[in-house]
DNA sequence: TTGAAAGCGCTAACAT
DNA sequence: ATGTTAGCGCTTTCAA
């Protein structure tokens, strides 16, 4: 028999159906006896639950779904460490699908786990609308990460970029510096927030990237990975020494950036990810004792992450 | 009405219960008039059909799973690629699970997956032992990619590494080079495979990596990723110019390869998947008609995928 | 403490 | 062409 049922392990057993699923859900009120003979005869059968029937009587999967926007991103499993340590801590499984990386596959993909009444579904840095997102959280508890949605019934976990550059920069003031360039491809906001922090530390933001000349910056801020990257090897083409003559802290901190020895600044991913699964657990669990309707209850918590700064080998005091 | 069923549909549009089913899975055998009102209901309440439910009902559930040992492996990334490509073209559809590195995580996960009975499974560089894997494919299809089992009942797809090196060794013979070293980190059959493919080509491989001395290798094969990068930087570091005094080719495809710019000679991940997943969809969709018993029906297909060389910049022809 | 019975939402023979 | 009737494997009242 391939796949052996409740049955056969009752049959097996002499006892009934219902005994059987009692014993298999650990419950404390069997007989010491008959909870043994249930026991012996499914392992004898190599007895398994089936999760899919069990789902659809109880209600409930103990089972949440992950939407990987795209796998190729290494920050993801980073991500997805948080979120698996979380949920094992509370007995939740985690069943992923992936985004590839285009939206239209990430919809499809969000249907699917959306068709599979899991307990819960986690969106980590979904690409599709806002609209999407808030149809499916109508019908079941999401959480979203890496991506903040301003509609209640969604969690949301996201980084807090702007600290992440204060706290790059007041670490470079600290270290001496004085003139401060920043690299950056169209982030606006985070340039904003970078010219705020060099303002509140008395320095200066430098645009003029003349290395060498009287008034070159001693220490660049990037920001993004790939701008890091990039900077990094710029200055090494330019002929400068790092740190030796330049200081470079990268703000994000994929997974290479370590490899490179490059100091960083951004909020660790897996922290991301742990305190996005434990809204949506929280949210899950709330579920039952709360107030509002349907999988939509609950304000819509707005967590945000604090960054780290990383010291590896690109930053050194200033010495004149 | 949170989640609307088959019958709320054919009470709305007044028919019974088969009839929305058959609808729903777009049979020919109903007259438009009913099959409009049907559809029509339908996008009124928002219906979506239970996965669990009709793969309860079905037997089968038009979902295969997918366990990756590791999702850090940014390989893993690329082989999903092919695997949703093939699943994609037959209309299954893929969920994943993460084996999180370790061996007890991945047989945990390996059990989640089994018990969610879907239509197969297929592991992605299981470190897990073979026994377990067996014992997953005595009752569900299973395919693996990234390792070779040497099981009936189990198909695998891997690369063809020694066939890599070799058609490394011949690229470099072709571009004029007489005497490589092979850099490796206890690789011991593919070493031999380095030294057969050297005899073979009449060229001599260099042990002594003292560089500039008259008997210095003018070409490098370093195995396995990690293996090049660090063959990479030890280049550098010891003053060399490559390629212009050595050239480089490493086996193994790493993402980052391709943004370091090396020259590299591996089997294309993303063909791995897809000819994996094939399997396995084959595998599944032969069931119904071969002979064999159970899950473990057919003979353990083994393929396996020739190298591919993607030149970049760290090879040239030998100029003496 | 144990068993019987009624579903969960759907599909798949069977009727009609 | 459409409706009826059993289940799929499990949980969960409700009785005993």
New binding site residues.
């Given amino acids: 028999m391939s796949?052996p049922?409740?049955?056969d392990v009752a049959a097996r057993a002499?006892?009934?159906?219902?005994?059987?699923?009692?014993v298999?859900?650990g419950s404390?009120?069997?007989?010491k006896?008959?909870?043994e003979a249930v026991l012996k005869a499914a392992d004898e059968l190599g007895?398994?639950?089936?999760v899919m029937?069990?789902g659809?009587?109880?209600?409930?999967t103990g089972m949440a779904g992950v939407l990987a926007a795209d796998l190729h991103d290494p920050l993801f499993a980073s991500v997805h460490d948080g979120l698996a340590e979380e949920a094992g801590r509370r007995g939740v499984r985690l069943l992923l699908a992936s985004g590839g990386g285009r939206p239209a596959r990430e919809r499809a993909a969000l249907g699917e786990l959306f068709d599979l009444r899991l307990d819960g579904l986690l969106l980590a840095g979904p690409r599709i609308a806002a609209a999407e997102i808030e149809r499916a959280a109508a019908g079941c508890p999401v959480a979203v990460v890496g991506r903040s949605l301003r509609s209640a019934g969604v969690d949301c976990v996201t980084a807090d970029d702007a600290a992440a550059v204060r706290l790059a920069v007041t670490r470079l003031a600290d270290l001496g510096h004085r003139r401060i360039a920043c690299m950056s491809v169209g982030r606006s906001r985070l340039e904003k927030a970078f010219e705020a922090a060099v303002d509140e530390a008395g320095l200066t933001a430098v645009e003029d990237l003349r290395w060498r000349s009287p008034g070159a910056p001693t220490a660049v801020l990037a920001l993004g990975d790939v701008t890091g990257t990039a900077a990094l090897t710029g200055l090494y083409r330019a002929g400068l020494d790092v740190p030796g003559e330049v200081s470079l802290i990268v703000h994000g901190d994929a997974p290479g950036a370590a490899a490179a020895g490059v100091t960083t600044v951004a909020a660790p991913p897996a922290e991301l990810g742990r305190l996005a699964m434990a809204a949506l657990l929280d949210r899950i669990g709330g579920a039952g004792g709360g107030g509002g309707g349907g999988g939509a209850a609950g304000e819509g918590r707005r967590v945000t992450v604090p960054p780290v700064l990383t010291e590896r080998t690109t930053t050194r005091p200033l010495t004149p």
């Fill in positions: 796949h049922t409740l049955e002499g006892v009934s159906r219902a005994l059987v699923s009692l298999m859900r404390p009120k069997v007989g006896e008959r909870r007895y398994r639950p089936n029937a069990r659809l009587a109880a209600g409930r």
